[in-house]
C-alpha cells in the first residue's frame, strides 16, 4: 500500500522567501508529525496533529513556522521569510494513534530544503 | 544534557562480528522504547521496540534497564546490509504525547 508522501523531494529558496512543505500521511492514520534533521544532528520534533485535538506546536523553533492540516489528512508546514539555517531535511511520519504505546510511526522519504 | 544519548561511533566491523550500541535517556516518566534504522539519505524506519523483559529479533537483541535509563542493541554475525545509522528513539512521557526523541545516531559499517 501506499506510505507516506512528501512534496517536493528536493527545495532550493533564496534567504527570505517562504516555502510550504507537503504531507500526505498513510490513508486512515490519525496522528501526523513533523520532524526535521540537520546535518549532523539528530531529528528534532517540530510539531504533532492528533484528529481534531489542538495541535502540539512545542518543537517549532520559532514562529516563522507553521503547520496545518486540512481535513484531517493532508497538512503543510511553512517556513517564512526562510534563513540559512533552516536548511535541513524536513520529515514527516503518520502513526494509527499517537496515544497507543507502541504504535509504529511511518516516515515519508524527507523534504531537502535548501537556503541559499 | 541531551535527553537521550548515544555512542558516537562510528562504529567500523568486519561481516560476522558481535557489535553492541548503547543509549541512555534522561526522562525516568518516558513510556516506550525503539531502535529505528537509518540508511543513507532515507528516511527512519522501525528496527524494533524494546521491552523490559528484553526482545530478540533474529540477529539482534534490544535490552532496556528502567532503573539506569539504559538501552542496548545487540547485533551478531553483522552483514554488509547492517551498515547505517542505529537510532535510539523514546517516546514522549505522559504530557508529551506520541513524539519521539531521538539520540544522534551511531553509524555502523560492516566491511568484508
Known amino acids: 500500500g501506499a506510505g507516506v508522501s512528501q512534496s517536493p523531494s528536493n527545495k532550493v529558496t533564496e534567504k527570505g522567501k517562504d516555502v510550504e512543505l507537503r504531507c500526505d500521511p498513510i490513508?486512515?492514520?490519525?496522528?501526523l508529525y513533523w520532524y526535521r534533521q540537520s546535518l549532523g544532528q539528530g531529528l528534532e520534533f517540530l510539531i504533532y496533529?492528533?484528529?481534531?485535538?489542538?495541535?502540539?506546536k512545542s518543537g517549532l523553533p520559532s514562529d516563522r513556522f507553521s503547520a496545518e492540516r486540512t481535513g484531517g489528512s493532508v497538512s503543510t508546514l511553512t517556513i517564512q521569510r526562510t534563513q540559512q539555517e533552516d536548511s535541513a531535511v524536513y520529515l514527516c511520519?503518520?502513526?494509527?494513534?499517537?496515544?497507543?504505546?507502541?504504535?509504529?510511526?511511518?516516515f515519508g522519504p524527507g523534504t531537502r530544503l535548501t537556503v541559499l | 544534557r541531551k535527553e537521550v544519548e548515544q555512542d558516537p561511533g562510528p562504529f567500523n566491523v568486519p561481516e560476522g562480528a558481535t557489535v553492541a550500541f548503547n543509549c541512555t535517556y534522561s526522562?525516568?516518566?518516558?513510556?516506550?522504547f525503539f531502535w529505528y534504522r537509518q540508511d543513507c539519505r532515507k528516511e527512519p524506519k522501525l528496527l524494533m521496540s524494546?521491552?523490559?523483559s528484553g526482545n530478540e529479533d533474529g540477529r539482534f537483541t534490544a535490552q532496556l534497564n528502567r532503573a539506569s535509563q539504559y538501552i542496548s542493541l545487540l547485533i551478531r554475525d553483522s552483514k554488509l546490509s547492517d551498515s547505517a545509522t542505529y537510532l535510539c528513539?523514546?517516546?514522549?512521557?505522559?504530557?508529551?504525547?506520541?513524539?519521539?526523541?531521538f539520540g544522534q545516531g551511531t553509524e555502523l559499517s560492516v566491511k568484508p
Open positions: 511520519a503518520s502513526s494509527l494513534n499517537k496515544l497507543a504505546g507502541g504504535s509504529e510511526q511511518f
Open positions: 490513508s486512515g492514520h490519525t496522528a
Open positions: 496533529f492528533q484528529g481534531n485535538s489542538a495541535p502540539d
Open positions: 526522562n525516568s516518566a518516558s513510556q516506550s
Open positions: 524494546v521491552y523490559s
Open positions: 528513539v523514546v517516546k514522549g512521557w505522559r504530557n508529551q504525547g506520541g513524539k519521539l526523541i
